[in-house]
């Protein structure tokens, strides 16, 4: 049975020069990107990211992938950026 690992991946909405919204998904362990016109595809694209990327550095996942899922958390910041209140 092959081993498990995990990556972390972050999808957050940006917009395009044109004004258009895009899910931007980025797997800072291995430093890649991908995106979308949704969060699924976004999803998508960035675990086929991630396979073509492993595929030609098969040994970064061993460098830095976790047996166990990363914890994420955010914060709510106030516009002079004080902390509002923790989420999660």
Same mark, same amino acid.
């Given at each position: 049975m092959a081993k498990k690992h995990y990556?972390?991946?972050?999808?957050v909405q940006e917009k395009l020069s044109t004004g258009k919204p895009v899910f931007v998904a980025h797997c800072s362990t291995i430093g890649i990107a991908s995106q979308g016109k949704t969060i699924e595809e976004a #999803?998508?694209?960035? #675990? @086929?990211a991630i396979d073509l990327?492993? @595929? @030609?550095?098969p040994d970064k996942l061993d460098e830095t992938a976790s047996e166990t899922p990363p914890t994420f958390s955010f914060v709510e910041v106030t516009h002079n950026a004080k902390i509002a209140c923790s989420v999660r």
């Open positions: 990556v972390d991946v972050v999808i #999803k998508n694209n960035i #675990k @086929e990327y492993l @595929e @030609e550095c």
